[in-house]
């Protein structure tokens, strides 16, 4: 059986948030559907040939979601598999990204991490894990 695991984004601007990964970590867009009064009722944004995270503006309690900024803290993050660490972290520091790990090499594939505009911690490295 065949599996998949994308992870979900609560924002509390999705609009801006789409911009701002499409410009500043590369992501397309691939699915954006529009809820009423400008929100976002799900997005899906595509990065590279097979990396999905989907993403939609907070609406209501139902969930229970928070961006990190509101609460202060980080309860996890996301890490994307990408062909060429060091341009696209070149890349994201050009757009004036918040880096909070600078390039490097580790040892196990994690090359740099950033902060998008509401504190959501992102990974990119050249490691893609495999059952």
Do not use: K
Request: glycine share 12%.
């Amino acid at each position: 059986m065949a599996s998949g695991i994308y992870p979900i984004i609560g924002c509390e601007d999705a609009p801006a948030m789409i911009e701002w990964l499409t410009r500043v970590f590369g992501f397309r867009r691939h699915t954006v559907i529009e809820g009423e009064n400008g929100l976002i009722a799900h997005a899906e944004l595509t990065l590279g040939p097979d990396a999905i995270v989907m993403l939609g503006s907070i609406q209501n309690d139902t969930f229970g979601l928070r961006v990190p900024r509101e609460i202060g803290a980080m309860t996890g993050g996301v890490y994307a598999a990408v062909d060429d660490a060091r341009a696209h972290y070149e890349h994201a520091r050009s757009e004036s990204a918040e880096i909070i790990q600078e390039l490097t090499d580790n040892g196990f594939g994690l090359r740099y991490t950033a902060l998008d505009p509401e504190g959501q911690l992102w990974g990119f490295g050249d490691y893609r894990p495999a059952p």
